[in-house]
């Protein structure tokens, strides 16, 4: 695997003014407002514009994590990973499970297209019609938010996403009013009112860890999952630091001839959520409050496609494309009534890790002195980083 090179420079990110934007910045929406960074490593698809934000950015509240590549040429072509090769790489029993588990979407504003443009990635990849329902905030399907082009985006990639994963899963889409916290936690309670098994949340607070009431994030029966950000080492925040909630970073994937391999996405948030109370379950040495990531799975190069915002295909990147697929990947186990959040990865042997998962051994999300919280097979904990956790799925036995 050839390793994403680190770019050395003083991380300053950017940030917006206001939510919802109707339209998406070329540039990203960069402001004068930046974000108090703690290392010196800025991602790779920042440094060198590979990519830009779908969602403005308010620091310290909800921003949603998807990244448009720069380098698509949005059209009626194809490009990027497929769910073909994702249901390869990660063994996945998409044919066989997932049959009445109902993972929710947790998003902000509203795409008018989701449904249309569903309808067309799945006709493309042959994954057949999906059991789709989109609701507001309050469960009604009709009086929908006002829309926005970049959590449009969003939008789109995570029901894509689930159906990359197990297309044979109900998915529901509940559309906050808005990018804040109020109207998200009510669309989160909403999501269980339904009677969500799994729900999966593609936005985080960065550089807060109480943006958002645990209570919402903490229901027995329930997997929450939520993504842990794309700005790398210590660029963490809610709902991914609750301990509630199962952390999704991310990695990428290579290709040499029909053999595939994976290595640590170097914008995967990870990090140690300093006062945020370490699960009982999480043991690892060197950090005594909640470490991020749990698990991960591919943030780069994957297929998507919208009509809303854009104008067919294209790639994107961002823990908001793991997070979704194992949102799907819990659903295909379906075990959500005896599990606590991401105990099982934690609590597993070695072995039995090694089997459930794919280990992510190369690279890393920052500098942190050679430690397991930004870098993969090292110190005690060779087979966990906190960009990628454990690992990616294989099978679904782990969860």
Request: charged content about 15%; overall charge negative; aromatic content about 10%.
């Amino acid at each position: 695997m050839k390793l994403m090179a680190p770019v050395v420079a003083a991380l300053v990110m950017t940030a917006c003014n206001a939510g919802g934007s109707s339209s998406v910045p070329a540039n990203g929406g960069q402001s004068t407002s930046p974000m108090q960074s703690y290392h010196s490593v800025m991602p790779q698809w920042k440094a060198k514009g590979l990519a830009h934000e779908a969602c403005p950015m308010v620091i310290g509240k909800p921003t949603c994590t998807a990244l448009v590549e720069n380098k698509s040429r949005i059209g009626q072509t194809v490009a990027g990973w497929t769910p073909s090769v994702i249901e390869q790489i990660y063994n996945l029993p998409y044919q066989t499970n997932g049959s009445g588990q109902i993972v929710a979407i947790v998003d902000a504003y509203d795409n008018p297209n989701v449904a249309s443009d569903l309808a067309e990635y799945r006709t493309e990849f042959g994954l057949g019609t999906a059991n789709f329902t989109k609701y507001n905030q309050d469960g009604d399907e009709g009086n929908y938010p006002s829309g926005s082009e970049g959590w449009g985006v969003e939008i789109d990639l995570d029901v894509q996403m689930v159906s990359a994963a197990c297309p044979n899963c109900t998915i529901y889409l509940i559309e906050a009013n808005g990018a804040d916290t109020s109207d998200l936690e009510t669309a989160e309670a909403e999501a269980v009112t339904l009677g969500a098994h799994v729900v999966s949340n593609s936005w985080i607070c960065y550089g807060s860890f109480s943006c958002v009431d645990t209570s919402y994030f903490d229901v027995p029966g329930v997997t929450f999952l939520a993504a842990s950000g794309d700005y790398g080492y210590n660029e963490i925040g809610a709902p991914s630091a609750l301990g509630s909630v199962v952390a999704v970073g991310g990695d990428t994937i290579s290709q040499n001839g029909s053999k595939y391999t994976e290595a640590v996405w170097d914008g995967a948030g990870a990090g140690c959520a300093t006062g945020v109370t370490k699960p009982k379950w999480q043991h690892d040495p060197d950090c005594t409050s909640r470490t991020v990531a749990d698990v991960s799975a591919v943030a780069w190069d994957v297929a998507e496609y919208d009509t809303y915002g854009y104008g067919g295909w294209f790639e994107v990147g961002g823990t908001s494309v793991a997070t979704p697929l194992n949102a799907a990947t819990f659903a295909l186990r379906g075990n959500q009534a005896t599990r606590t959040a991401a105990k099982e990865f934690w609590a597993r042997s070695q072995k039995q890790r090694s089997k459930e998962l794919n280990t992510i051994s190369t690279g890393d999300d920052g500098s942190c002195g050679g430690e397991y919280l930004c870098e993969a097979g090292t110190g005690q904990f060779k087979t966990y980083s906190g960009p990628s956790g454990w690992g990616t799925p294989y099978g679904v036995g782990i969860y």
